[in-house]
């Protein structure tokens, strides 16, 4: 068992062997610029980059002319959001959202709030959904993009997809998606589901960092962006660059693989979390669950454990690598925008944990965990005056707190 | 962000957790901080006949930061006089500590917690009829 024990899958995941593989070559020998149309080592890139075209859109049901390469989900997602915002401006500035999207969302709708665009968050609900009612009753004449996140980052919670994406087009709304936690976890078919835009991370599915991808439905509609990136012309226009022929090569073998493994392994890692959550609570009362009980990822779990601060009990289980929505680990000193968008309470956001587990996760690792988790909680919890006061009876509720101003 | 040897070792082994008994004539509590803001200090100190602080206890929610911080407190006022603990500054255990500057609050909340603990004292003997 390596240690610490990684359970972070949400945050990255490690580049598959089989993927490093793959590209190996084409950072050795074949060093070709896919753009080279007039001699062999230009032919061999460009055929390497077409054949991850199609394993990357055949994991999501899209043609392979319909995937733009990009750095990751974050310029996915810009490229997307402002792309389609410059393109469509004629026909209207009103986009809607979530407040729990990942900020690679959300700061690309802020810019466009300040150029003067009109932005809606659309509320979710306690377990970080949105209806596709509550989308089309917010649709304006004026919309011109919903932009949805497939899964949810921290709480792992999955989106009505085919539902929001069915409305959508009937109202004929763009629809975009970030999916940067979903491809290669949950089936995603971009034609089921109505998507328009979709975005794709590398290193969320195995692959390498810095390759990402951004599907732009070609036909009913024909989606348009105005290049947020201007150069050489590459990727129909839509974003120029020379292509990183071996981070391209294993996005495309690490969706390839994902594909052919998703099935039996997220029947595994939902066992495993499961395993985890079941551990837990039944050696500790007073855990909660963040996020939907069952339309999550398969990996993940993000728990609150009452009366204990999240990076406190992080220092406890320096063996494993996991993350928190406590204030303390974040530079803003403010806890999880996400916990706050579902409505938990900033009491329990400071004790959240997210446990990531992925390709690489056992069984006995899991049990380790759990172990951990349990011993470090209950000795925080004998140093926690709320758990104390709680026990005693007192609702802290009720309690006249003294915030220190820093 | 990594931890100083000193945070880890309070954190790791921290000093005089428990309680003293708050209705205590003797014992003055404080307590401060908010869940909300992710960290609540009880700190009690037991003051005798002299004025000298004879025990300390605390009971910390909060980062491993604010344990030791209030672990550190308790270790520092006890067999100090009620003068002399509240000559301690928080920019003492921000050195001792070797705090960053995002945990400093955590040193304020400890000195804050001292400073309580002795008004609540303070405020127990001006009014000892209504304490009993």
Not at chain 1, 53 to 67: D, F, N, P, S, T
Not at chain 1, 288 to 299: A, K
């Amino acid at each position: 068992m390596n240690q610490p024990v990684y359970m972070d899958y949400q945050a990255t995941t490690p580049l598959d062997e089989r993927v490093l593989d793959v590209m190996l070559p084409f950072l050795r020998e074949k060093f070709g610029n896919a753009a080279s149309r007039n001699h062999a080592y230009g032919w061999e890139a460009e055929k390497a980059v077409d054949e991850a075209r199609e394993q990357i859109a055949a994991l999501i049901g899209a043609k392979a002319k319909e995937v733009v390469f990009t750095s990751g989900a974050t310029e996915s997602n810009n490229l997307a959001i402002k792309g389609v915002a410059e393109m469509y401006q004629e026909k209207g500035k009103h986009i809607l959202t979530t407040p729990i999207e990942h900020k690679a969302v959300i700061d690309p709708c802020k810019r466009l709030e300040k150029d003067g665009y009109d932005v809606e968050y659309l509320e979710v609900d306690k377990f970080g959904q949105v209806s596709a009612e509550q989308v089309r009753n917010a649709i304006r004449e004026d919309t011109i993009l919903v932009s949805i996140m497939a899964a949810n980052n921290e709480v792992g919670t999955l989106a009505p997809l085919a539902e929001i994406g069915a409305v959508c087009h009937e109202k004929g709304v763009l629809f975009h998606t970030d999916a940067a936690q979903a491809v290669g976890k949950i089936p995603v078919d971009v034609e089921a589901m109505q998507i328009d835009l979709l975005s794709i991370s590398g290193h969320k599915v195995y692959g390498p960092k810095g390759i990402g991808a951004l599907y732009v439905r070609r036909r009913n509609p024909r989606v348009r962006l105005v290049a947020q990136m201007d150069g050489g012309g590459h990727e129909r226009g839509m974003r120029s660059g020379t292509l990183p022929v071996a981070s391209i090569v294993g996005l495309g073998e690490a969706c390839r693989l994902a594909g052919l493994e998703m099935k039996e392994e997220g029947a595994r890692l939902t066992g495993l979390r499961d395993r985890l959550h079941q551990k837990i609570t039944s050696e500790l009362d007073e855990v909660y669950l963040n996020g939907h009980p069952d339309q999550r990822l398969p990996g993940n779990l993000n728990l609150s454990f009452a009366y204990v601060e999240g990076e406190a009990l992080m220092m406890g289980i320096d063996d494993v690598a996991v993350s928190s929505g406590s204030a303390c680990t974040s530079a803003s000193l403010e806890p999880s925008y996400v916990l706050r968008g579902l409505g938990v309470g900033d009491d329990l956001a400071h004790t959240s944990i997210r446990f990531g587990l992925g390709r690489e996760t056992t069984e006995k690792e899991v049990d380790f965990v759990a172990d951990r988790v349990v011993g470090a909680v209950k000795r925080l919890r004998e140093m926690s005056p709320l758990y104390e006061m709680a026990k005693e009876g007192v609702d802290l509720n009720e309690v006249r707190w003294n915030p220190v101003a820093d | 962000m990594a931890y100083s040897d000193k945070v880890i070792e309070h954190y790791n082994n921290p000093r005089n957790i428990g309680s003293l008994d708050k209705e205590d004539p003797q014992v003055g509590t404080g307590v401060v901080g908010a869940p909300e803001c992710g960290d609540v200090m009880r700190l009690q100190i037991r003051v005798n006949e002299e004025g000298v602080i004879e025990d300390a206890k605390f009971k910390t929610f909060g980062c491993g930061s604010a344990i030791a911080s209030s672990s550190l407190a308790t270790e520092w006022v006890k067999g100090k006089t009620v003068d002399q603990a509240l000559e301690i500054r928080n920019t003492d255990i921000v050195k001792e500590l070797a705090l960053p500057p995002v945990k400093v609050h955590c040193s304020v909340l400890a000195e804050d917690a001292i400073k309580a603990a002795l008004s609540d004292l303070n405020a127990k003997k001006e009014q000892p009829a209504a304490q009993q």
